[in-house]
């Protein structure tokens, strides 16, 4: 649950910039805006594995 949260965390965080980038034209905010989906990308994979993981290790 603690990276789940931090999912919610980054997808908020990174509001303003994807606003910023798509609505402004800014592309210094579409960089962070590509990191934090990597970032979000890493961490939604953690998750993958932490969910196999547990569900094999129920059966």
Same mark, same amino acid.
């Given at each position: 649950? &603690? #990276? /789940? ?6 997808? +908020? ?5 994807? &606003? #910023? /980038? ?6 210094? +905010? ?30």
């Amino acid at each position: 649950m &603690e #990276k /789940f949260s931090k999912v919610k965390e980054l997808l +908020a965080a990174v509001e303003a910039d994807i &606003e #910023k /980038f798509y609505n402004a034209g800014n592309s210094a +905010a579409g960089t962070r805006v590509r990191k934090a989906m990597q970032d979000l990308k890493n961490l939604a994979q953690e998750i993958r594995t932490e969910v196999t993981e547990k569900k094999n290790a129920s059966k």
